[in-house]
């Protein structure tokens, strides 16, 4: 009994090596591993040993006292204190103008020395500039920025190992500043641009797998040269002048243009979507389908395998026929019925060989819907899923309607699995 009494009295955990001490603490948040030195001289200061530090200040409450500011504050210069002979694997830090930009400029400057290779920044500072050592450091792996500052890009940046950038709320002020951080870059796969400004946007790199451009103000052109991307999203206006090349390995574009001017875009749109051309999945919104159909020549897309045509503030643009055409090898069409009002006297080459699965949303209980769905079932030979997608106000009684209609329709494909939700 004694022998038990004492294991019971050991202290397991405190008794494992500190490697795995400071692997348990990673789980934790940073404010959370920082609370357990008050446990024992043991684990005064393991917390140091965690290598990913998150630290936030939520300023979005008038009420937040200036006590409170400054205890935040001495708690990151506490936390960065004890890791000064520790590498940082990554550092995140949200704060607002409330906070030293000093304190701020010397915390990032901090864990770049100590070769932070994940980097996330979501600051709110008045005339704040960025550490020049960050734009020349080798060991960051991926860098989001979210600072609501204009950014001079220094003409020595050099980030060779950065994989993932994410550039939120900047304005460049350079016509070349964008075109100046992605080619420093040269391991970059990943590039996010969201709630931007810039002039020009010159965007060429022979790596770069993902590019997403959203909602950024591009008051020049865009140019695109980029050989290995796989996925393209674009949500946005229309620039002044396009220039999309080597696009050939490009596998998803999803394009959500916003403008509903249309008439002065034609030349634009046109250089846009031929730029996009080799594209297997495509992603469009109404208004960017009412813009493709402005294209002169309409552009083809020999590769396009999925067309995806959703509906965008109640606005379906009518154009499915046309895409239907000149899209030979496509097997998935998912879109509004809507968009859908002349079905093709001469059925596409598409509809007879290639389509396997067909998503039809928006769907009523009226004859025009019906016979939409009848016109796939009765000319697609190799269709195995029909999926019905109706308004929300449609019953159970009346779901069950349209199934048994389509059920009893005659159909080409004697695999068609059809569902009706």
């Not at 450091?137 to 020595?156: A, G, Q, S, Y």
């Not at 016509?175 to 641009?193: F, G, N, P």
């Not at 029909?386 to 349209?402: A, C, G, H, N």
Request: one cysteine or more.
């Amino acid at each position: 009994m004694a022998t038990q009494v004492k294991m019971e009295n050991v202290d397991r955990i405190s008794n494992l090596p500190d490697s795995i001490l400071g692997y348990i603490l990673s789980f934790l948040s940073t404010k959370e591993a920082v609370a357990t030195s008050i446990l024992s001289s043991k684990w005064r200061y393991l917390f140091a040993l965690v290598s990913n530090l998150d630290f936030e200040l939520d300023e979005s409450s008038q009420m937040l006292k200036i006590s409170a500011i400054k205890s935040f504050m001495c708690f990151v210069d506490r936390v960065l204190f004890f890791h000064n002979t520790a590498n940082i694997n990554a550092f995140r830090l949200r704060c607002g103008k409330r906070v030293d930009s000093d304190r701020v400029y010397g915390w990032i400057s901090a864990a770049i020395w100590r070769g932070v290779k994940h980097l996330g920044l979501s600051i709110s500072l008045d005339n704040f500039t960025l550490p020049g050592v960050l734009f020349t450091c080798t060991t960051l792996i991926t860098l989001k920025l979210e600072t609501n500052l204009v950014l001079n890009v220094p003409k020595d940046v050099c980030l060779p190992n950065l994989k993932i950038l994410h550039l939120k709320s900047i304005m460049f002020p350079n016509d070349d500043s964008v075109e100046s951080l992605v080619s420093s870059c040269i391991s970059l796969v990943e590039l996010i641009i969201c709630n931007c400004s810039t002039k020009k946007c010159n965007i060429s790199h022979n790596s770069l797998k993902v590019l997403e451009i959203i909602r950024s103000v591009l008051n020049g052109s865009l140019v695109i040269d980029t050989p290995a991307l796989a996925y393209f999203n674009y949500t946005y206006s229309v620039a002044r002048e396009y220039s999309l090349k080597n696009l050939q390995s490009l596998i998803r574009a999803d394009i959500a243009f916003l403008d509903i001017r249309f008439d002065s875009h034609q030349t634009k749109v046109t250089a846009f979507f031929e730029g996009i051309s080799n594209v297997n999945i495509l992603v469009l919104s109404s208004t960017s389908l009412k813009l493709l159909k402005c294209c002169e020549p309409l552009p083809i897309f020999p590769k396009l395998l999925h067309l995806n045509l959703y509906c965008d503030y109640h606005n379906f643009e009518r154009g499915v026929a046309n895409l239907l055409t000149d899209s030979g090898r496509l097997q998935s069409l998912l879109f509004y019925q809507e968009a859908l009002t002349n079905l093709p006297e001469r059925v596409p080459h598409c509809i007879l060989y290639q389509l396997k699965v067909i998503e039809i949303s928006g769907f009523t209980t009226n004859k025009d819907c019906i016979g939409k769905a009848k016109y796939f079932l009765e000319n697609a030979t190799v269709l195995m899923k029909l999926i019905i997608r109706t308004v929300p106000f449609l019953s159970e009684e009346q779901k069950s309607r349209i199934y048994q209609q389509l059920m009893a329709s005659p159909s080409k494909s004697k695999q068609c699995c059809i569902l009706v939700v």
